[in-house]
T-cell receptor
Framework: SQQGEEDPQALSIQEGENATMNCSYK?????LQWYRQNSGRGLVHLIL?????REKHSGRLRVTLDTSKKSSSLLITASRAADTASYFC????????????FGSGTQLTVLP | NAGVTQTPKFQVLKTGQSMTLQCAQD?????MSWYRQDPGMGLRLIHY???????DQGEVPNGYNVSRSTTEDFPLRLLSAAPSQTSVYFC????????????FGQGTRLTVV
């Protein structure tokens, strides 16, 4: 079963615009992670946010976490054509750090 | 530093055949795992290992076996391939369980006919 569900499933924007993707999950978590997957490639880790954190930044990425709503968002600012990829959230449940459960992903297309 | 290496990249099997997907990491990571990715879905965990000699089942373990005799290697065996096992398989590793980032291999695209 999918723990995280991303919204929207697909997003198309112009270069230079901001892109926001949302992730909802069902159970209490230890941490939440975001990954990027370029077409035909493996996943690349973007950012990890722990359950006691509310916001993290990394370059053009901003991640928020609201544990009361069981949701997270990933914001990519000033998007570039190279940001075109699928983005996945993944959760690690509280009490056990042995499994990373992925959502179904958001396909982001950045048009030049 | 090669990271996580998967072989082969592509494979076609006939129904009933067996094969082993190889995964090796050179980062001295304790934790390794196998996922499958089907169209329109995220990754689903097949098996994982928290260290040499220790393996456990994930969400979709049926039809697959694993072993972890060394820290570096974590092969995935398909015992008797079925068309439902057509998928892209990813191996991942992390330093200690999933409290840190996971590093993924480039994937093996498997087709069972």
């Amino acid at each position: 079963s999918q723990q995280g569900e991303e919204d929207p499933q697909a997003l198309s924007i112009q270069e230079g615009e901001n892109a926001t993707m949302n992730c909802s999950y069902k159970t209490s978590i230890n941490n939440l992670q975001w990954y990027r997957q370029n077409s035909g490639r493996g996943l690349v880790h973007l950012i990890l946010i722990r359950s006691n954190e509310r916001e993290k930044h990394s370059g053009r990425l901003r991640v928020t976490l609201d544990t009361s709503k069981k949701s997270s968002s990933l914001l990519i600012t000033a998007s570039r054509a190279a940001d075109t990829a699928s983005y996945f959230c993944a959760t690690v449940p509280s009490g056990s750090a042995r499994q990373l459960t992925f959502g179904s992903g958001t396909q982001l297309t950045v048009l030049p | 530093n090669a990271g996580v290496t998967q072989t082969p990249k592509f494979q076609v099997l006939k129904t009933g055949q067996s094969m082993t997907l190889q995964c090796a990491q050179d980062m001295n990571h304790e934790y390794m795992s196998w996922y499958r990715q089907d169209p329109g879905m995220g990754l689903r965990l097949i098996h994982y290992s928290v260290g040499a000699g220790i393996t456990d089942q994930g969400e979709v373990p049926n039809g697959y076996n694993v072993s972890r005799s060394t820290t570096e290697d974590f092969p995935l065996r398909l015992l008797s391939a079925a068309p439902s096992q057509t998928s892209v398989y990813f191996c991942a590793s992390s330093l200690k369980q999933m409290n840190t980032e996971a590093f993924f291999g480039q994937g093996t695209r498997l087709t069972v006919v």
